[in-house]
């Protein structure tokens, strides 16, 4: 028997009636290129929004297109973010920081019909547009009046786009499993994949994000999401604060800039922020540089990289600010854990807590997990055995959009395997010790180890390179090159680097080489990369 209750579709337009409906007067703050603080509120940002839709959908936008941006964290981005998947179609957001092979690569194979493009961001698409293959029209997001000179053809301005939209547009109606947007993770070995979200996963994922123990949002808060809206949906800020009515500060551009982000801080008001470790080390540098506060800022969420001690630290003693670890993927929407305490646990020995603190944290409901060893077997969660770290639930990818080849990654009973090696302690707290896929972390964006290894073995004087990631106090992670050389050849390392460069985006290029005389190999040959990560485990870069 089905139970009597209605079957109102979870659609991201029912997110943006409800704010609209509900908190028409909550703010959204944005620094962009044509103006350095753009402020207007919910209700203005959702007739614009209407207008969008309207616009699109008179362009010729069908469901299902997939319509790209390649934008900062700014309130042009937001309403795309809802004008996109309201008229049905699939919101692409598309990271500007990648190598330009990759960023082909993503339209492409995406097949982006349209994209919205930042004015910072057009040069690289001038650069890449011999390769681009499907995309009819560039608009450029910004008024008529800072429009910069182009050589893309087929360009259009975002604000006279928009202008020709009606503000009455109606919302379509359709199923929550529709796709809603789509976002491509190079965190993998191989191209980029995609991960194609829905409707219903988004607000599902947004729900519980707003949960006490978990983002613990509310009207009360003022949110500065520093992760970019190109990663991962800004970890689901610009879903989750319009149901709960939240004043929003988009950073624009600036999201590595300690000045903007303490301006923003001070002046708006903002109460909680969130992003990478490497965008809080720039903060605090700035902060004890220019002896400024955030008085009003009182929690931090950071994840995307594990989180050192001394940020949790600075935070907690100089600025009186609450840090919560959380640690989540692309593929998850991204949210899988947050690290906040039991009752009892602020009363345990400082030196303990922050050990706890440091931990990933605890998993949200809807996300379950589980570790597994090498013959599949699950691992107990007694905080010492690590295993492979696998997780289900419904805002977790069932697989990759299009996907080509097969893998494990996506086992037949429906769990996803993270690539995450990590233990569960007793109270259910995760924490990760170390990754099983080939890739670096530097500064919240991935670096693929076996390109670089690929690059390196194509020079005529090495017989075998390995690329491992080493902590680095800045960056979280950088990339350290280990090679051995071939007979009675021999080559400098500073040689070696410059011959690389090119060869990948420049902050890719290892930041030190060792030349050793061999390099350990698992029994079926492969390079034994968690032998490697070990036997370096203590080595420091020159510079760092
Ligand atoms: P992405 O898909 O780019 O968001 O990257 C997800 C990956 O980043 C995870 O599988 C982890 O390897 C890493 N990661 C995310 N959050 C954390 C964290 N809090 N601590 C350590 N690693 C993290």
């Known amino acids: ?58 362009y010729g936008i069908k469901p299902d297109d997939r319509i790209g941006t390649l934008a900062w964290n700014d309130y042009r981005h937001f309403e795309l973010y809802y004008a996109v998947s309201g008229v049905g179609a699939i919101t692409h957001m598309i990271n500007p920081r990648l190598s330009h092979d990759q960023i082909t690569f993503i339209i492409n194979h995406a097949e982006d019909r349209l994209i919205f493009v930042d004015p910072l961001i057009v040069p690289v698409l001038e650069k890449i547009i011999d390769a681009i293959k499907n995309v009819e029209l560039f608009v450029i997001l910004t008024d008529m009046a800072h429009m910069p000179e182009t050589s893309l053809v087929n360009v259009r301005c975002y604000e006279s786009f928009i202008g020709d939209g009606a503000e009455d547009f109606e919302w379509p109606e359709f199923d929550e499993n529709t796709a809603s947007s789509l976002c491509y993770t190079s965190g993998t070995t191989g191209n980029p994949k995609g991960v194609l979200y829905s409707h219903r996963a988004i607000v599902l994922h947004s729900l519980a994000e707003i949960a006490p123990d978990v983002f613990n949002l509310s009207i009360r808060e003022v949110i500065m ?47 909680l922020s969130a992003g990478v470790p490497t965008v809080w080390l720039m903060l605090l540098n700035y902060l004890e540089k220019s002896a400024k506060t955030v008085a009003s800022l009182r929690r931090v969420i950071i994840g995307g990289a594990a989180c050192p001690l001394s940020i949790l630290i ?33 009363n345990i020995p400082a030196d303990e807590l922050n050990q706890l603190k440091l931990k990933q944290g605890r998993f949200v409901y809807g996300v379950e997990m589980k570790i597994i060893d090498d013959d599949n077997k699950e691992q107990p969660w007694d905080g010492l055995s690590p295993g492979l770290l696998k997780v289900r639930g419904p805002w977790i990818s069932s697989n990759y959009y299009k996907k080509e080849d097969d893998d494990d990654t996506f ?134």
Request: proline letters at 6%; one cysteine or more; charged letters at 25%.
């Open 1 to 58: 028997m089905h139970g009597l209750m209605m079957n109102s579709p979870l659609t991201i337009t029912s997110i943006m009636k409800h704010a609209d409906r509900n908190h028409p007067d909550s703010e959204i703050v944005s620094v962009t290129v044509d103006n350095p603080r753009h402020r207007y509120t919910y209700r203005e940002a959702f007739i614009r929004t209407r207008k969008l839709a309207c616009a699109l959908s008179q």
């Open 225 to 271: 999401p520093v992760v970019p809206m190109f990663h991962v949906n800004a970890w689901g800020i610009p879903y989750a604060a319009p149901i709960v009515g939240a004043k929003l500060v988009f950073p624009g551009a600036k999201m590595g800039d300690g000045e903007t982000l303490q301006a923003l801080i001070e002046e708006e008001g903002v109460t």
């Open 314 to 346: 600075d935070f907690r003693e100089k600025y009186d600010v609450t840090v919560h670890q959380a640690w989540g993927m692309t593929e998850m929407t991204p949210l899988g854990t947050v690290n906040t305490l039991k009752p009892g646990m602020e």
């Open 411 to 544: 086992d037949k009973d429906g769990w996803f395997s993270t690539g995450d090696i990590a233990t569960i302690d007793e109270n259910g707290f995760m924490q990760i010790t170390d990754r099983s896929k080939d890739v670096i972390k530097s500064g919240g964006e991935w670096i693929s180890s076996i390109e670089l290894e690929n690059i390196a073995t194509g020079h005529p004087t090495i017989s075998e390179a390995a690329v491992i990631g080493i902590n680095h106090p800045k960056w979280s992670e950088r990339p350290l090159l280990i090679v051995v050389l071939k007979e009675n050849e021999e080559v400098g390392k500073e040689e070696l680097l410059a011959w690389m460069a090119g060869k990948v985006p420049k902050w890719w290029l290892p930041d030190d080489v060792l030349f050793v005389d061999e390099i350990p190999h698992t029994a079926t040959g492969k390079i034994q990369k968690t032998k490697l990560r070990k036997l370096f485990k203590d080595y420091k870069f020159p510079s760092s």
